[in-house]
């Protein structure tokens, strides 16, 4: 089906981004060894890392990652917003019934 490969791909999309997001990594795809979190990144990638991790397989290693880059936004970041979808149920956002 198309349109599960199109949510495989934003799904791999989302996940490669963080790392730049995060400032772990820079432009030229090297390590940044003292990153500092900032907020404004964590309010941008609530919603993606959320969406990403919801629409991946139950109990997959990306769920799970995904899962912890958003307790790493509401641990380092203060955005408890994240956690709370982190440790929320999965329901599918795709689902428009």
Not at 68 to 81: N, R
């Amino acid at each position: 089906m198309q349109s599960t490969s199109v949510i495989k791909e934003m799904i791999s999309d989302i996940r490669a981004s963080i790392p730049f997001c995060f400032g772990t990594i820079d432009s030229a795809g090297k390590v940044v060894n003292n990153p500092q979190p900032q907020p404004i990144v964590g309010y941008f990638t609530i919603i993606p890392l959320y969406l990403a991790m919801v629409s991946a397989e139950d109990g997959s290693e990306t769920e799970s990652w995904l899962r912890g880059k958003l307790e790493y936004v509401s641990d380092a970041m203060g955005i408890t917003l994240a956690a709370q979808l982190a440790h929320r149920g999965k329901k599918d956002p795709w689902d428009i019934r």
